[in-house]
């Protein structure tokens, strides 16, 4: 085989890998396309793109698999080439390894990767043209080499030594910090990486429907009246109870119930599951919420009924975290004039967010029951009481649970009107 053939093998696979060498560093640079994105809109581009940077890490690994490959093939021809050819033209094989060393790495490495760093999008599809034939012969050769990894993990790692330790909450809060300072990550999605974060403190009495606000039947009721109940109930599932309330007996769903022609209330009643108040909402809906519509009974330190959940109330939680609803039915609305009109469910620790307002709640958990506490009786529309930090007026109480609350900052601008 001459020279002049084989110098053009070489830089045949040498140009091949320059491609892969700019594949590499364009898919860790796959969030600069999301401009790109919109701008295509939905033609044929944006849908290969689309493609790319949805599932990155398998364009990468055919790309990994193709530049070893590569570089081992380039390797060994270098070596052939240095020592055959060359050393017979009289070249001494040290300088000429050096030169062909930095000639490769700069046209297949350095060069390639700079040129990918400026325009992503180009190389993305560029190297999409090429590997994308060749999925066939990669895929099986990707599988086979993470199998053939863990399996030498398992054989020469001692079964004492974890091979992947586990990152704390700490560190990764660290890492998103570093990416964001980094430019990696923009403030918006900075913080809704923490708001999924905050799930894992959430437990199931953040989310219930309170016990005041269940639908609770005795047993021992007529069937025309438990009929009743459950033809006006608003809520779902209503709630059968024997002795006292805190004795339930079952669920029946109502939705249910209406389908199947109002049957006699018995056939439908199921049997009740309880979790501790305490519970994380994540553990609640996978080992309790999971495959089925029944909600669980949610009880206190002393076994009473505290509150019922669904995984409906946990998707309303989740969806108001990530965006918060600002209308009619919100918890906090600003009247102006540093006067705010709260729903007496609204959470204490939710106040704190929102208006920076800290109540010495000897463990109380809603405003509400805050002010209940501190009136020491069910109170009447109008009354009031002064912290130190606001001045709050009922507004509305129904059944002796407080429905609407007034609340006005005590630190306001002269001249301004008070709380009617």
């Known amino acids: 085989m001459s020279l002049l053939v084989v110098l053009l093998i070489y830089l045949s696979l040498l140009l091949v890998l320059a491609v892969i ?38 364009h990468l690994h055919r790309a990994l698999l193709l530049s070893a490959t590569l570089n081992l093939a380039l390797a060994a021809l270098g070596l052939w080439i240095v020592t055959g050819p060359l050393h017979d033209l009289g070249w001494n094989p040290w300088p000429a390894s050096a030169v062909l060393f930095l000639a490769t790495v700069l046209l297949g490495d350095v060069a390639p990767k700079f040129f990918a760093t400026r325009n992503p999008s180009v190389v993305l599809l560029g190297s999409l043209r090429l590997l994308d034939p060749l999925r066939v012969v990669l895929d099986p050769f990707t599988a086979f080499a993470d199998r053939a990894t863990d399996w030498l993990l398992q054989r020469l790692v001692t079964r004492h ?20 300072e980094q430019g990696m990550l923009d403030s918006d999605e900075s913080a809704m990486i923490h708001e999924a974060l905050d799930i894992e403190a959430l437990t199931v009495r953040d989310c219930m429907i309170p016990r005041v606000d269940l639908v609770l039947v005795s047993s021992e009721d007529a069937g025309s009246k438990v009929a009743g109940a459950l033809e006006k109930a608003a809520g779902r599932f209503v709630i059968i109870y024997g002795e006292t309330p805190d004795s339930v007996e079952g669920v ?143 507004r509305r109480v129904v059944r002796a649970r407080i429905q609407e609350l007034e609340l006005r900052l005590k630190a306001m601008p002269a001249g301004e009107p008070g709380m009617i």
Do not use: C
Not at 21 to 27: D, G, L, V, Y
Not at 163 to 175: K, Y
């Open 161 to 180: 030594v974890k091979t992947r330790l586990p990152v704390t909450r700490d560190e990764f809060e660290t890492l998103v910090e570093m990416r964001q």
């Open 21 to 58: 060498s700019a594949s590499e560093t364009a898919i860790h640079s796959a969030r600069d396309v999301e401009a790109q994105l919109l701008a295509a809109g939905e033609g044929s581009v944006a849908r290969k793109l689309r493609a790319i940077t949805a599932n990155p890490f398998a």
């Open 252 to 394: 029946i769903d109502t939705a249910l119930w209406k389908l199947a022609h109002r049957p006699a209330w018995r056939t439908l009643m199921r049997p009740p599951a309880f979790v501790p108040e305490t519970m994380p909402v994540l553990e609640a809906l996978e080992h309790h919420l999971h495959g089925h519509d029944l909600p669980v009974l949610i009880a206190d330190e002393y076994g009473g009924l505290e509150g019922m959940l669904t995984r409906r109330e946990i998707a309303d939680w989740l969806l108001y975290e990530a965006a918060p609803w600002r209308g009619e039915a919100a918890e906090i609305r600003e009247l102006g004039g540093g006067r705010y009109l709260l729903d007496g469910g609204t959470r204490l620790d939710h106040l704190k967010k929102e208006l920076g307002l800290d109540f010495d709640s000897g463990g109380i958990d809603t405003i509400g029951g805050f002010v209940f506490n501190q009136l020491g009786h069910v109170p009447k529309p109008g009354e009031r009481i002064a912290v130190v930090e606001a001045d709050i007026k009922v």
